[in-house]
């Protein structure tokens, strides 16, 4: 009988396999089987939808880990902003690098910093925005 360490497995092979759906799919199993998911169940989720296009069903995803008691990590965070960016979303890309601040007391890291600085160089034409990201990013001492 698979129990939540195959389940999660499952899940992270349908993220990267760009199977947001799948991986949706596998969470309803579990549940109707009684098994309970997991942080590792729901930052699969959210990489899987993020990664896939799917931010909006991500950030549905992040709601339901934080109701159920889980606390998003740095690398939950980067997930969603990655997704945001590739979507278009910097308003949500730019609250995640807030949210990783705020609530795993990390720090944004240069790579997350660069990320949105391209993004809204290219995506966006916004090269005010990117300047503003990297006096912020200078002002932490990242290098």
Not at 84 to 111: F, N, P, Q, R
Request: with cysteine.
């Amino acid at each position: 009988t698979p129990n939540v360490v195959v389940y999660n497995a499952l899940i992270r092979a349908c993220s990267r396999c760009g199977m947001p759906e799948a991986a949706m799919d596998a969470l309803m199993e579990m549940k109707e089987k009684g098994i309970l998911p997991n942080f590792n169940t729901y930052a699969g989720l959210v990489e899987a939808n993020a990664l896939n296009h799917r931010t909006e069903d991500a950030l549905r995803v992040l709601e339901d880990m934080r109701s159920v008691g889980f606390q998003p990590n740095t690398d939950v965070y980067w997930h969603l902003m990655l997704g945001a960016c590739e979507d278009s979303l910097m308003s949500v890309a730019s609250d995640m690098s807030v949210e990783i601040k705020l609530h795993t007391y990390g720090t944004v890291d240069i790579g997350m910093y660069v990320t949105l600085i391209i993004a809204f160089v290219t995506k966006f034409d916004k090269p005010q925005k990117a300047l503003e990201m990297m006096r912020d990013m200078v002002s932490q001492d990242l290098k």
